[in-house]
Nanobody, 122 residues
């Protein structure tokens, strides 16, 4: 099982990015898949999650209304669209997979990608 995140980079405040997470060794539609982020010196925190069927999603309050989590089962790829980016969105973003029906904590995730850095700065 492997998750490979990409798409991070330097973006100006107000800009947008789309992060990708390619899964191998398993099918995304068998797991709940989430995005987390970790800012320098801070804990890794939840950003968004999509369940195995793709019919249920949830977002952290900090990104709600500015982000969209989605999945392409033909490519076995997860996406996170981030809009109206703010400097406080600067972090390493990780994708993770959980066998739980609806994971409610970070420890419920079984597999983690390596992370992709998003820097929001002018």
């Amino acid at each position: 099982v492997q998750l490979q995140a990409s798409g991070g980079g330097l973006v100006q405040p107000g800009g947008s990015l789309r992060l990708s997470c390619v899964a191998s060794g398993f099918s995304l539609d068998e797991y709940c898949i989430g995005w987390f982020r970790q800012a320098p010196g801070k804990e890794r925190v939840f950003v968004a999650v999509i369940n195995a069927s793709g019919r249920r999603t949830d977002y952290a309050d900090s990104v709600k209304g500015r982000s969209t989590i989605s999945r392409d089962d033909t490519d076995n790829t997860l996406y996170l669209q981030l809009n109206s980016l703010k400097p406080e969105d600067t972090a390493v973003y990780y994708c993770a997979a959980s066998r739980r029906t609806w994971p409610t904590s970070r420890i419920a995730y079984n597999y983690w990608g390596q992370g992709t850095l998003v820097t929001v700065s002018s």
